[in-house]
């Protein structure tokens, strides 16, 4: 279950007003790369530091860096993922 802040944060710094207007794929970038960051680290904390699958990780801080990915490096991420 996330956070209560992840939520909050997720309403109001979410990616639409950080990369919806710049385009579909800079949305989408900024979307899906919080889930991506999100994993990650999640595995890494898994494997690394011993956290079991009922550690609680929260999720708002990749939410925002996800955002701030795709609105500043979607041009030159793009045209890499295509």
């Given amino acids: 279950m996330p956070e209560p802040g992840s939520v909050r944060r997720c309403r109001c710094c979410s990616t639409w007003p950080c ?9 989408v970038l900024g ?5 991506a960051l999100g994993a990650a680290v999640s595995l890494v904390l898994l494997v690394a530091a011993g ?6 990780f ?9 955002a ?8 030159s ?6």
């Fill in 51 to 56: 956290a079991d699958r009922h550690t609680a």
């Fill in 77 to 82: 991420l793009l045209p890499a993922l295509a």
């Fill in 58 to 66: 929260p999720f708002g801080s990749w939410m925002v860096l996800s």
């Fill in 31 to 35: 979307g899906l790369a919080g889930f």
């Fill in 68 to 75: 701030v990915l795709g609105a500043v490096a979607g041009p």
């Fill in 19 to 27: 990369c919806g207007w710049l385009g579909w794929p800079h949305l």
